[in-house]
């Protein structure tokens, strides 16, 4: 079945770039008209939705990440990559990557990640 798990640094500094990284195993990223979707959620905040990068290769964000936000993938390795620059605290969340047959869902998809805590702080 598939699986999907995030990895990168629990600890970024402000300023910094923070890049994390979803590997997926038993299936592939580029078939089955999926989108591979960026998700967080703040401490006491609700879900938000970042962006996604489809089996085609084409790349969404949301509008309030844009700037900062960049999306892409190695189909070698069969992972697709977050990177978000200039990070502050506020960007302090549990991040998780996730499968949806939807865009910009409001709420965790089924097939996700187990997510990463990511902290930013000096």
């Known amino acids: 079945q598939v699986q999907l798990q995030e990895s990168g640094p629990g600890l970024v500094k402000p300023s910094q770039t923070l890049s994390l990284t979803c590997t997926v195993s038993?299936?592939?990223?580029?078939?089955?008209?999926?989108?591979w979707n960026w998700f967080r959620q703040p401490p006491g905040k609700g879900l938000e939705w970042m962006g996604a990068?489809?089996?085609?290769?084409?790349?969404y964000y949301s509008p309030s990440l844009k700037s900062r936000t960049s999306i892409s993938r190695d189909t070698s390795k069969n992972h697709f990559t977050l990177r978000l620059s200039s990070v502050t605290p506020e960007d302090t969340a549990v991040y998780y990557c996730?499968?949806?047959?939807?865009?910009?869902?409001?709420?965790?998809?089924?097939?996700r990640g187990q997510g990463t805590q990511v902290t930013v702080s000096s």
């Open positions: 996730a499968r949806d047959s939807l865009l910009g869902r409001s709420s965790l998809p089924p097939l």
């Open positions: 038993g299936g592939s990223i580029t078939t089955g008209y999926y989108y």
């Open positions: 990068i489809s089996d085609g290769g084409s790349i």
